[in-house]
């Protein structure tokens, strides 16, 4: 789909109240694909591969805001209204753009492992905390090294194995990104604050953050809770920065219960 002057990769699956579905910093559609089935049980899914990732076409330089306004044409051009919307860590940055610059547009909104303001994305802050540990390391084990620290201190490794499982897909997909192209993808996420906007949200909304989460801490989602009319805020206590691998049940449960009330 040509949405802005930019080739994007968009799946739609299921039928119903359209709930369009954004993903992380450096991932895809696929990190999303047991969400995708499941929610596509209640919900048309409408899925996509933010600009810079996935299958989508790759830019030298974008911005947050091309994010957002790649959503809005997104709906534009499948003629909707008004959708659900939910966003993971990246997504929710985006998420959160969509509901203050087109807050009528939005019905539900699902923000899980958010936060509202960055100076840098947060995997370079984490990089930055760890610049001594990782000094000399290739860039596959920086990312592997900052991978791993975004799991809950009792996850088993079995489940910390299914992150490098999803590495080893992307790019036996052609889906991982170069180094430029993470650095122009982790640049997008640079300077954004959306703490002054939050309360003209008019969404109802869900915050799910994980309680051991190293680049999104629960004060995050809490304040962003806070600052959101009714938001409802959720921690899940087994869980780091991936609930999705950490406990999908649990995460999927919440948003499920809330998009069916």
Known sequence: MNVNGTELYVE??????????LHGLGANIESMRPEIERLGQIRRVI??????HGRSARPEAYTLADHVDDVLGVMDALNLETVDLMGTSMGSYVAQGVATHAPQRLSKLVLVVPKASGTTSS??????????ELEGKT?????AFIGDLMFAPTTPPAIRALREQAAQRDLDLGLSLSPEQFQA????????DFRPALPNITADTLVVSGRHDPLNPPQEGELIAQLIPDARYV???RSGHLPSLEEPERLLGVIREFLEE
């Open 185 to 192: 993808a982790s640049r997008a996420l640079e300077g954004f």
């Open 235 to 237: 921690v899940l206590e």
């Open 123 to 132: 995997v370079a802050r984490l990089i930055g905390e760890h610049a001594a």
């Open 12 to 21: 739609e699956h299921g039928q119903g109240r359209p709930l369009i579905m």
């Open 47 to 52: 899925a996509l591969d933010s600009r810079g």
């Open 139 to 143: 860039n596959d084990e920086v990312l």
